[in-house]
Each structure stands twice: as structure tokens, then as C-alpha cells.
């Protein structure tokens, strides 16, 4: 059963310029070997992220660097969750999170599909 679905789109170039401006970013945003990327990868990682936090349906417990976007030899885009992020996907009872990446024309997007083996609390059957 789907539990949360969440999209975001980033305009790449002003996303550089943020982190030009603010280069710390990239310590709070992203995991190590996340920030060895270039921007426009970087600027997708960062819109998956956000997505999947739209699909929590909210940030509580959830903290950007426990949240990695990496690539299965196919090259299909996967989060990577640990700690605390990791536990409240758990106790949400999360049991699948999908994720599309793409970027273009000056732009990155995420899509990401959380899903559940159980109906949640108040749900209809």
C-alpha cells in the first residue's frame, strides 16, 4: 500500500550558486562520499531527499546525512538510510521506498513512492 508519495524540483544553477555562497552546506546536506559529486548530481541528490521527506509526510528524526542517494551497478538511483532516519522509516512501518531521478534543461527532480505491507492507522481495509 502506498503510504506517502513525494516530488521536488531544483533549479540547478541556483542551487551552485547557493553553494558557492554557503559552501558548509554540502557538510549538513550531504554524506561523504556524496560530496565527492558534481553540482548537477549533487542538486538531484539534494531534490530526492527532499522528496522523500515530503513522502514522510514530515522532517521529525530525519537528518540530511543519514539520508544517501546511491546508484545500483544499473545505475538505478537508491536511498541508503541509517540511524535515526532509518529507524523512524522502520517505525512508520515503511517497507519500500522508491525513487526516479532525472535532470535536464537546467532542472533536477525526485519522485519518490514510500510504501507499506499494511494499511495505516485509520485506513480504510
Same mark, same amino acid.
Given at each position: 500500500?502506498?503510504?506517502? !508519495?513525494? %516530488?521536488?524540483? %531544483?533549479?540547478?544553477?541556483? +542551487?551552485?550558486?547557493?553553494?558557492?555562497?554557503? @559552501?558548509?552546506? !554540502?557538510?549538513? #546536506? +550531504?554524506?561523504?562520499?556524496?560530496?565527492? *559529486?558534481? @553540482?548537477?548530481? #549533487? =542538486?538531484?541528490?539534494? =531534490? =530526492?531527499?527532499?522528496?522523500?521527506?515530503?513522502? *514522510?509526510?514530515?522532517?521529525?528524526?530525519?537528518?540530511? $546525512?543519514?539520508?544517501? %542517494?546511491?546508484?545500483? =551497478?544499473?545505475?538505478? @538511483?537508491? +536511498?541508503? #538510510?541509517?540511524?535515526?532516519?532509518?529507524?523512524?522509516?522502520?517505525?512508520?512501518? !515503511? $517497507?519500500?521506498?522508491? *525513487?526516479? #531521478?532525472?535532470?535536464?534543461?537546467? *532542472?533536477?527532480?525526485?519522485? %519518490?513512492?514510500?510504501?507499506?505491507?499494511?494499511?495505516?492507522?485509520?485506513?480504510? @481495509?
Amino acid at each position: 500500500m502506498i503510504v506517502g !508519495i513525494g %516530488v521536488d524540483l %531544483v533549479d540547478i544553477a541556483r +542551487f551552485e550558486r547557493t553553494i558557492e555562497r554557503t @559552501p558548509r552546506l !554540502i557538510e549538513r #546536506l +550531504f554524506s561523504g562520499s556524496e560530496r565527492t *559529486l558534481k @553540482p548537477h548530481s #549533487l =542538486a538531484a541528490r539534494y =531534490a =530526492a531527499k527532499e522528496a522523500l521527506i515530503k513522502a *514522510l509526510g514530515g522532517s521529525d528524526g530525519v537528518h540530511w $546525512t543519514e539520508i544517501e %542517494v546511491a546508484s545500483e =551497478a544499473s545505475g538505478r @538511483p537508491r +536511498f541508503m #538510510l541509517t540511524g535515526s532516519t532509518a529507524a523512524v522509516i522502520a517505525r512508520r512501518g !515503511i $517497507t519500500a521506498v522508491h *525513487l526516479s #531521478l532525472s535532470h535536464d534543461a537546467g *532542472l533536477a527532480t525526485a519522485y %519518490v513512492i514510500a510504501e507499506s505491507v499494511t494499511a495505516a492507522a485509520g485506513d480504510e @481495509p
